[in-house]
């Protein structure tokens, strides 16, 4: 009787352990005449969708939400339309591949091959260069019979907004929202010996969490909490949400100059502060590009969105918060020279929230990614954090009484 019920729970144990996502074994990328072929091993069938976008080229495939049994730093496709991919979690129930081509190309055979005794099944897609006009007219995208869309939602859920009135939360307690960059097929920058850009900065977020709260002075919110994409303008729109007072965005830069090293802080300007401040901004608002967003109906214009005299206080106090900060992270910290820059992010273009984008270092740099791999570097900076926000708040407070 008994060993009849263990082999039942034994059985179950099994069925249930069996019943969770697919795995990708591997991906693999080979060039034939005229066709470009991309194959996809998974333990099991699975429904896919894909389209196509353009400005710039990419085909982006979804998949339910699977488990990547790849390596992180995929192997260079050479020769073909394909010049690199990239992978990750895009939202719950929804995993996402996004392929780069180098030039407008059609999807013109696309289909999963059954399991067969040595090969796992596969999807198997096949590319061909096309021209730009015939690239409109190809199919654009396509979903598999038994294809189901998830929620449209990230896999956070919005933080609840705050009262205006501020009951239950304490006299003296303030919301700030850490937004740790990048996350699921967007690894951001990839450090001298393999460190991802995504993990450090959630890692830190977590560290300035627990300091911040530790205090009962402040409700913390992240915009991600584990290794998902959450598209740029979604991010400052849930510290609104949340009724935020800050909002700190942490990066983790990688530059072609490896001797470069140490932290800075952003701030929002319609005009940058110098021709790198530009060029990290115009990096980072690649974000949802890399992520597979369609941007093409989105407008990028700053001139219009920042005349407004709302967004100018809110830009005055962003500015006097990365003051405070770079003091206090300079006191444990190296920091870049001319640490204060600003540029047009997108992810700081709250016009309500004071916001700034702190770059804890440089991945590029063998003794910076050292530093921050270091749980105790972490500390360190939250500890810092904690410090300039403590100083923001109270010189709030003080011109509030006066």
């Known amino acids: 009787m008994y060993a009849r019920i263990i082999a039942i729970i034994a059985l179950l144990l099994t069925t249930i352990g069996s019943a969770g996502a ?30 196509t976008l353009q400005a710039p080229y990419r085909i982006v495939i979804d998949l339910p939400e699977v488990q990547w049994k790849i390596p992180e730093t ?12 990239r992978f990750g979690l895009f939202q719950a129930g929804n995993s996402r591949l996004v392929v780069d081509i180098d ?30 006009a015939e690239f409109g007219q190809s199919e654009r995208q396509f979903a598999s019979k038994d ?22 939360l304490g006299p003296q307690k303030r919301i700030v929202v850490l937004d740790p960059g990048h996350g699921g097929p967007d690894p951001g920058a990839i450090g001298v010996s393999g460190l991802r850009e995504k993990e450090i900065t959630l890692q830190v977020a977590q560290k300035v969490k627990h300091a911040l709260e530790a205090t009962g002075r402040y409700k913390v919110h992240l915009t991600r909490n584990e290794d998902v994409f959450v598209p740029l303008r979604k991010r400052y729109q849930l510290a609104e949400a949340a009724g935020a007072e800050l909002f700190i965005s942490l990066h983790a830069d990688s530059n072609g100059d490896s001797r470069l090293r140490g932290a ?8 940058s502060s110098d021709r790198e401040a530009a060029a990290l901004a115009a990096k980072e ?32 106090e962003s500015a006097l918060f990365s003051e405070t900060l770079i003091k206090e992270v300079g006191t444990s910290t190296r920091l870049l020279r001319n640490t204060h ?17 702190m770059e804890l270092g440089y991945l590029s740099n063998r003794h910076d990614e050292k530093l921050l791999r270091s749980p105790r570097h972490h500390e360190t900076l939250a500890r810092s954090i904690l ?12 011109l509030s009484r006066s």
């Not at 991906?27 to 034939?32: C, L, P, Y």
């Not at 820059?341 to 984008?357: E, I, N, Q």
């Open 341 to 357: 820059r600003f540029a047009g992010f997108a992810v700081l273009k709250s016009p309500d929230v004071p916001s700034v984008l």
């Open 103 to 132: 030039r407008p190309a059609k999807l013109a055979n696309h289909v999963i091959l059954p399991a067969t005794k040595g090969h796992p099944y596969r999807l198997v897609l096949d590319l061909e260069p096309v021209t730009a």
């Open 147 to 168: 294809w189901v869309d998830p929620p449209a939602r990230s896999a956070i859920a919005p933080p609840p907004k705050a009262p205006a009135d501020r009951k239950g």
């Open 285 to 316: 608002n690649r974000s949802d590009a890399i992520a597979g967003i369609d941007l093409s109906n989105q407008s990028d214009a700053v001139a219009s969105f920042l005349i407004e005299l709302r967004q100018r206080q809110t830009m005055n």
């Open 264 to 271: 800075s802080i952003y701030t929002l300007s319609e005009k």
């Open 22 to 51: 697919a795995d990708v074994s591997d991906v693999r990328i080979g060039v034939h005449p005229g066709k470009t072929r991309m194959v996809i091993e998974l333990s099991e069938r699975v429904p896919y969708r894909f389209f």
């Open 387 to 398: 410090r300039a926000t403590e100083a923001f708040f109270e010189r709030k407070e003080r």
């Open 74 to 85: 995929p192997r260079s496709p050479s020769g073909g339309v394909i010049t690199s991919y």
